[in-house]
């Protein structure tokens, strides 16, 4: 399938965006949310010092750690860049203003979404990582790749051909539904287990990673988020079995994607879990649950594509 200028593009910042996911995940894990303490400049320069002597007089030299400040810069730089990505995209989709208005619509809502994700941003600072502010940043991100990877579909809808019965169409549809509001309730426990999990390292530094999920402030959290994976398993059987009197094979392997990134991230879940919280599977995760969401919103609208005949 040939992409026009603005799948290419679209497609393109979709995937600047998990990348920008990857990047933040490492800036959580790496304890360098903070590596600038204002915003949008870093320790009041648009380009942040490399050494304490360059601080400007107005700053701490205690809060400088070169390695967590240019780690957060770099953060920031990727998202700037992914902001114009979405803004090219944007102006792009004007060529689908009279022929395909849902496109334009919906590329428009993702660049208000990209700047709202940047006054959050400021905020995220602003509040020193204040808990519940970097939930909503996370699912804001999902939002925003949701809403092109939707705008993308509107963009070639016609081209799509998925033939099923009506009535298997419709339960599978449901399923997916549940499933994929099942998993937006993990991302946002997650998230929060992440934010307790800050919580503990600023305030109790003594302990050890393999503690940090046992502590009371996070321990509960923890508890609702590992037992809801089994309520996703239960809808992804559910669609199983509804799968097998499913021919379109473009829904199959659709359905083995999302079945396979379930696994995927249950297992790093595990990993977490026993094994200390090892810091490449605390990156691996987040950006798992973000393909696993891309997969489960693909789906999702080709469900909402009914026969031609």
């Known amino acids: ?50 050494d304490v002597s360059q601080l ?6 205690a809060l400088f750690n070169p390695t967590l400040t240019w780690i957060e810069y770099v953060n920031r730089l990727v998202g700037v ?25 919906t590329s428009a809502l993702a660049f208000i979404g990209v700047v709202f994700q940047g006054w959050l941003g400021k905020v995220v ?18 939002v925003i790749v949701c809403l092109l990877l939707y705008a993308i579909y509107q ?18 549809s449901r399923y997916n539904w549940l499933l994929f509001l099942f998993t937006m309730v993990q991302v946002v426990l997650g998230t929060r287990v992440r934010e307790g999990i800050d919580f503990i390292t600023n305030n109790y530094p003594s302990l050890t990673r393999g503690e940090w999920l046992n502590q009371p402030h996070v321990e509960f959290l923890h508890e609702i988020h590992r037992s809801g994976s089994w309520l996703i398993i239960v809808v ?21 994607v999302i079945w396979g990134l379930t696994i995927v991230q ?44």
Not at 159 to 170: K, T, Y
Request: glycine content about 4%; charged content about 15%; proline content about 4%.
């Open 1 to 50: 399938m040939k992409l026009n200028t603005y799948q290419k593009l679209a497609l393109i910042t979709i995937v600047a965006t998990v990348f920008l996911i990857l990047v933040g995940s490492l800036v959580r894990v790496a304890g360098a949310g903070l590596g600038c303490p204002d915003w949008p400049k870093c320790f009041g320069l648009w380009v942040p010092p490399t």
């Open 56 to 61: 400007p007089p107005q700053f701490d030299s």
């Open 81 to 105: 860049t992914i902001g114009f990505l979405i803004l090219l995209t944007f102006i792009s989709s004007f060529q689908f203003r009279k022929s395909k208005k849902s496109v334009f619509v």
């Open 125 to 142: 600072v602003e509040t020193e990582l204040h808990e519940g502010m970097i939930t909503i940043h996370m699912v804001m991100a999902l």
């Open 155 to 172: 963009s070639f809808e016609e081209q799509i051909q998925i033939e099923l019965e009506e009535s298997a169409r419709v339960k599978l």
């Open 236 to 256: 992804l059987v559910l669609m199983t079995l509804a799968v097998r009197k499913i021919t379109s094979s473009h829904v199959i392997k659709n359905f083995y």
């Open 266 to 309: 249950i297992s790093y879940g595990i990993v977490l879990a026993y094994w200390g919280m090892p810091k490449p599977f605390q990156v691996l995760h987040l950006v798992n649950i973000t393909l696993l969401v891309l997969a489960e919103m693909w789906m999702i609208l080709i469900l909402r594509k009914k026969n031609s005949n």
